[in-house]
C-alpha cells in the first residue's frame, strides 16, 4: 500500500474517536468544530492580510484636508499657473529697451586730386521705439484679467482638491463599514454552520443542511475578502487624494455628517451661478480676450522709432536725429483682429457651457441627496428593524424545529441587503453633500 493511503484512514480513526465527545457537549449553540471539520470548511482558508497596519495612526479628516492642501500636485500646478500669469502683468508692463551702436574705423586717404584727410573714424547712433500709450494699456489689461482668471482657476481646484478628499475619506468608512458588516455575517454563518453539524451528526438533520450550511459559509468568507479588497483599494485611492508618502500608514477615522434640510432648488442654483470660481473665471476670460482684440487694434497705429547718430571723420563732424515711421500698407493686421474675434466667441461660448455644466450638477446633487436621504431615512425606520425581527424570529423558529436552515439563510441574507442598501444610501446622501459643497450651494459643515 502506497504511504498516501495512511492520511485519510488516520484522520477517518480520529473523527471516529472524537464525535462522541462533540455531542456530549451541554450547549449545541457553542460546541467547536473537529479540526478535520474545520480544515474542510470553506471559511477556514487562509485570511487575507489586514488592509490596515497596527502600527497605523488615526487619521481624521481635518488632517486629511489639510495633507491635501501640503502636498498635492494638483495645486501646486495651480499656483504655478498664478504665478506664471502675475509674471506676465509684469513682462506686459514692461518698457521696450533702447538700441545702441558704436562703430569705428580708419580713413585712408587715395591717390586722387583731391584726397580725403587720412585718419580716425567714429559712429555712434541710439534709437529708441515709441509705444502707443492705448497699446499698452490694453496689453496691460489683458495680462490682469489672465492672472484674475488664474486666481479663480487656482480657487476653483482647490475646490475640486477638498472635494476628492472628502469622496476618498468617506469612501474608506464605508468600505470599513461593508466590512464590518460581512465579518459579522460571517460569524453568524459560522454559528449556524456549528449547529447544523452537530444536528447532522446526531441524525436529527440530513446531509443536504450541512451542504447548505457549508456553501453558505463559503459565500460568506469570499465576502468578506472582497470587502477587504475594497478597503484596500478605497485606502489607495485616499493615498493619492492626500499625496500621502508610500510609507505612511493611513487609519482614517471619522463619522457621517448629519443631515440637513437643504434650501430650495432655485436659492442653491442661484447661489452656485453667483459664488462658483469657473463662473468668474469665465467672465475673467471673456473680458481678456475683449483686452487682446482691443490691443490688436490698437497694433495697427504705426509705432515711430525715434533715433540720434553722431559720426567724427577726421577732417569734420555732424550728428543728427530723425523719427522713422513704418507705414501699414500691407499688413494691417486683419488676420489677428479675426483670431481675437473667433477667441471672444469661444470664451463667451465656454463660459455659457460651463453654466450649464454647473446648473445641471446642482440639480443632480440636489435631487442625489433628496432621494438617498429619503432611502436612507426609510431604512432606518422600518426595513432594518423588520429584516432584524425576522432574522430572530428566523433563528428561533429554527431551534425549536418549525423552520429549516433556508428559511434562516434567506432571512439572513435579506438583512445583509437590507444592511448593504443602508450603507449605500447614507453614503451617497454624504457623496452629494460634497458636490453640493464643491459647488458653493453649501458652505462645508453642510450648513446651506
Given at each position: 500500500?502506497?504511504?498516501?493511503?495512511?492520511?485519510?484512514?488516520?484522520?477517518?480513526?480520529?473523527?471516529?474517536?472524537?464525535?462522541?465527545?462533540?455531542?456530549?457537549?451541554?450547549?449545541?449553540?457553542?460546541?467547536?468544530?473537529?479540526?478535520?471539520?474545520v480544515?474542510?470548511?470553506?471559511?477556514?482558508?487562509?485570511?487575507?492580510?489586514?488592509?490596515?497596519?497596527?502600527?497605523?495612526?488615526?487619521?481624521t479628516?481635518?488632517?486629511?484636508?489639510?495633507?491635501?492642501?501640503?502636498?498635492?500636485?494638483?495645486?501646486?500646478?495651480?499656483?504655478?499657473?498664478?504665478?506664471?500669469?502675475a509674471?506676465?502683468?509684469?513682462?506686459?508692463?514692461?518698457y521696450?529697451?533702447?538700441?545702441?551702436?558704436?562703430?569705428?574705423?580708419?580713413?585712408?586717404?587715395?591717390?586722387?586730386?583731391?584726397?580725403?584727410?587720412?585718419?580716425?573714424?567714429?559712429?555712434?547712433?541710439?534709437?529708441?521705439?515709441?509705444?502707443?500709450?492705448s497699446?499698452?494699456?490694453?496689453?496691460?489689461?489683458?495680462?490682469?484679467?489672465s492672472r484674475?482668471?488664474?486666481?479663480?482657476?487656482?480657487?476653483?481646484?482647490?475646490?475640486?482638491?477638498?472635494?476628492?478628499?472628502?469622496?476618498?475619506?468617506?469612501?474608506?468608512?464605508?468600505?470599513?463599514?461593508?466590512?464590518?458588516?460581512?465579518?459579522?455575517?460571517?460569524?453568524?454563518?459560522?454559528?449556524?454552520?456549528?449547529?447544523?453539524?452537530?444536528?447532522?451528526?446526531?441524525?436529527?438533520?440530513?446531509?443536504?443542511?450541512?451542504?447548505?450550511?457549508?456553501?453558505?459559509?463559503?459565500r460568506?468568507?469570499?465576502?468578506?475578502?472582497?470587502?477587504?479588497?475594497?478597503?484596500?483599494?478605497?485606502?489607495?485611492?485616499?493615498?493619492?487624494?492626500?499625496?500621502?508618502?508610500?510609507?505612511?500608514?493611513?487609519?482614517?477615522?471619522?463619522?457621517?455628517?448629519q443631515?440637513?434640510?437643504?434650501?430650495?432648488?432655485?436659492?442653491?442654483?442661484?447661489?452656485?451661478?453667483?459664488?462658483?470660481?469657473?463662473?468668474?473665471?469665465?467672465?475673467?476670460?471673456?473680458?481678456?480676450?475683449?483686452?487682446r482684440?482691443?490691443?490688436?487694434?490698437?497694433?495697427?497705429?504705426?509705432?515711430?522709432t525715434?533715433?540720434?547718430?553722431?559720426?567724427?571723420?577726421?577732417?569734420?563732424?555732424?550728428?543728427?536725429?530723425?523719427?522713422?515711421?513704418?507705414?501699414?500698407?500691407?499688413?494691417?493686421?486683419?488676420?489677428?483682429?479675426?483670431?481675437?474675434?473667433?477667441?471672444?466667441?469661444q470664451?463667451?461660448?465656454?463660459?455659457?457651457?460651463?453654466?450649464l455644466?454647473?446648473?445641471?450638477?446642482?440639480?443632480?446633487?440636489?435631487e442625489?441627496?433628496?432621494?438617498?436621504?429619503?432611502?436612507?431615512?426609510?431604512?432606518?425606520?422600518?426595513?432594518?428593524?423588520?429584516?432584524?425581527?425576522?432574522?430572530?424570529?428566523?433563528?428561533?423558529?429554527?431551534?425549536?424545529?418549525?423552520?429549516?436552515?433556508?428559511?434562516?439563510?434567506?432571512?439572513?441574507?435579506?438583512?445583509?441587503?437590507?444592511?448593504?442598501?443602508?450603507?449605500?444610501?447614507?453614503?451617497?446622501?454624504?457623496?452629494?453633500?460634497?458636490?453640493?459643497?464643491?459647488?458653493?450651494?453649501?458652505v462645508?459643515?453642510?450648513?446651506?
Amino acid at each position: 500500500m502506497k504511504p498516501f493511503a495512511v492520511i485519510p484512514i488516520a484522520a477517518l480513526l480520529w473523527v471516529t474517536a472524537t464525535s462522541g465527545q462533540t455531542v456530549s457537549s451541554p450547549a449545541a449553540g457553542a460546541l467547536s468544530l473537529p479540526p478535520s471539520a474545520v480544515s474542510q470548511s470553506p471559511a477556514a482558508l487562509p485570511a487575507a492580510p489586514e488592509a490596515q497596519p497596527s502600527a497605523a495612526k488615526p487619521l481624521t479628516l481635518e488632517q486629511a484636508i489639510a495633507m491635501a492642501e501640503q502636498n498635492s500636485p494638483r495645486l501646486r500646478g495651480a499656483a504655478a499657473a498664478t504665478q506664471r500669469a502675475a509674471a506676465a502683468v509684469g513682462t506686459s508692463r514692461a518698457y521696450i529697451n533702447p538700441s545702441l551702436e558704436v562703430f569705428q574705423g580708419r580713413q585712408y586717404a587715395r591717390p586722387i586730386a583731391t584726397p580725403g584727410v587720412p585718419g580716425l573714424l567714429q559712429h555712434y547712433a541710439a534709437y529708441q521705439a515709441i509705444e502707443i500709450p492705448s497699446e499698452r494699456r490694453a496689453r496691460t489689461r489683458a495680462a490682469e484679467l489672465s492672472r484674475l482668471s488664474a486666481d479663480f482657476g487656482q480657487k476653483g481646484v482647490t475646490r475640486s482638491v477638498v472635494a476628492d478628499v472628502k469622496h476618498a475619506f468617506y469612501d474608506v468608512l464605508r468600505r470599513r463599514e461593508e466590512l464590518a458588516h460581512q465579518q459579522e455575517n460571517l460569524k453568524l454563518v459560522e454559528d449556524l454552520r456549528r449547529r447544523v453539524e452537530v444536528e447532522y451528526r446526531v441524525g436529527e438533520k440530513g446531509r443536504l443542511e450541512l451542504t447548505r450550511a457549508e456553501a453558505e459559509l463559503g459565500r460568506a468568507g469570499f465576502a468578506v475578502r472582497g470587502a477587504q479588497l475594497e478597503l484596500a483599494n478605497a485606502i489607495a485611492l485616499l493615498r493619492i487624494a492626500i499625496a500621502a508618502p508610500a510609507d505612511d500608514a493611513l487609519d482614517p477615522r471619522g463619522s457621517l455628517e448629519q443631515r440637513i434640510k437643504l434650501p430650495e432648488l432655485t436659492a442653491l442654483r442661484e447661489e452656485v451661478l453667483r459664488t462658483h470660481p469657473a463662473i468668474a473665471q469665465a467672465a475673467a476670460e471673456v473680458d481678456a480676450a475683449g483686452a487682446r482684440l482691443d490691443r490688436e487694434r490698437r497694433l495697427r497705429i504705426p509705432q515711430p522709432t525715434a533715433f540720434a547718430e553722431f559720426e567724427n571723420q577726421p577732417d569734420l563732424r555732424f550728428w543728427r536725429a530723425g523719427v522713422t515711421v513704418p507705414i501699414p500698407l500691407w499688413d494691417r493686421r486683419r488676420g489677428p483682429i479675426e483670431e481675437s474675434k473667433a477667441a471672444i466667441n469661444q470664451a463667451q461660448a465656454e463660459a455659457g457651457q460651463r453654466r450649464l455644466e454647473l446648473i445641471s450638477a446642482t440639480e443632480r446633487a440636489y435631487e442625489q441627496y433628496q432621494l438617498a436621504d429619503q432611502q436612507a431615512t426609510s431604512l432606518e425606520s422600518g426595513e432594518l428593524r423588520a429584516a432584524s425581527s425576522a432574522v430572530d424570529a428566523a433563528q428561533a423558529a429554527y431551534r425549536f424545529g418549525e423552520r429549516g436552515i433556508v428559511e434562516v439563510l434567506d432571512a439572513q441574507r435579506v438583512l445583509q441587503s437590507v444592511r448593504d442598501d443602508l450603507i449605500n444610501a447614507q453614503f451617497a446622501r454624504q457623496s452629494a453633500l460634497i458636490d453640493l459643497e464643491e459647488l458653493g450651494a453649501i458652505v462645508p459643515g453642510g450648513r446651506p
